[in-house]
């Protein structure tokens, strides 16, 4: 099962997946995670026709390289790489439940580390400006976010069969920095080289959600180089600034999730780290 906006590029996706798994059905559904009203739309669907689902990736992301802001009135890289997968996982929580034992990858980045010292609570509001070489202290900001949203959600679903890890794939040129005038030639030229293959970040999210040496392993962030165990910058591994964000994040997305529940994190008391039939990958295509 796939995530997609755009209807040509999914189908190229759907055909990729069917070419090198022949007879795969796929399914696909639509929405725009710069929309929290389509993402909510998206999730509600999904529960409606799939009762199980196993494995969800959230790899939904964009670089912006300018400052755009969303209907929503967000910073569109807040939406997009942090509330939409937020909210999503959110309306898909239950149905994960339900298919314990079940895993939930969340795609991050070591460019968090750029996002030292920020206040996530303020970056879920704020409109920052920035220039193309400013751009990714904002895009780390909210990989950081999502790490922080990662280990929270671990902490809260200790117990219920369902493991939650988060992940760095490394450089992979996958169009991510497909705004800049110099892109294509750059992603031809590297592709040349034989530099940045998108199958080894791949590699670590594929792990992630069907190893079994993974399947009683939650609450970690890991490098795509050898599974190795990171440890995220300030404050991104805080518990209680992860339940603070936590908290702030759900009273930002509870108008589209009236019908769904929002889980209030409990006192932290401290806890332990210690699982694919549908796979379901969120894109943002």
């Known amino acids: 099962m796939l995530t997609a906006r755009d209807q040509t590029r999914a ?3 759907v055909a990729m997946i069917e070419a090198a798994a022949p007879g795969t059905r796929v399914d696909v559904h639509f929405g725009d995670f710069a929309d929290l009203a389509s993402v909510a739309a998206l999730g509600r669907e999904i529960v409606a ?5 196993d494995a969800l990736i959230n790899n939904a992301g964009i670089h912006a390289f300018k400052p755009r802001v969303t209907a929503d009135g967000y910073s569109e890289m807040v939406a997009v790489n942090y509330l939409g997968p937020w909210l999503l996982t959110n309306i898909l929580r239950e149905t994960v439940i339900r298919s314990a034992p079940s895993r939930i990858v969340v795609v991050a980045s070591q460019v968090s580390q750029q996002a030292s010292g920020f206040d996530p609570l303020a970056a879920i509001f704020d409109k920052p400006t920035f220039s193309a ?3 990714s202290m904002i895009y780390g900001q909210t990989k950081l976010m999502n790490i922080m949203f990662s280990m929270e959600l671990a902490r809260q679903l200790t117990g219920t069969g369902v493991t939650v890890n988060c992940l760095c794939p490394g450089f992979n040129v996958t169009g991510l920095g497909r705004e800049l005038w110099f892109a294509s030639p750059l992603e031809r030229l590297l592709t040349w080289f034989k530099i940045g293959d998108p199958e080894r970040g ?3 999210i594929v792990r992630l ?3 079994p040496a993974f399947a ?3 609450g970690g962030y890991f490098s795509v180089s050898d599974a190795r165990p990171l440890v995220p910058v300030a404050p991104g591994g805080d518990p209680q600034a992860q339940q603070s964000l936590w908290q702030a994040t759900a009273e930002r ?3 589209f999730s009236r019908d769904q529940p929002i ?9 332990v780290r210690s699982r694919n039939a549908q796979l379901f990958l969120s894109l943002k295509l």
């Not at 026709?49 to 689902?53: A, E």
């Not at 889980?263 to 806890?271: I, K, L, N, R, T």
């Open 202 to 204: 791949a590699g670590i």
């Open 216 to 218: 009683d392993v939650t």
């Open 133 to 135: 070489r400013g751009s």
């Open 49 to 53: 026709r799939h009762p199980r689902i």
């Open 263 to 271: 889980e209030s994190p409990a006192p932290h008391e401290g806890w």
């Open 253 to 255: 997305v509870a108008a």
């Open 11 to 13: 189908d190229a996706t």
């Open 209 to 211: 959600a069907s190893d």
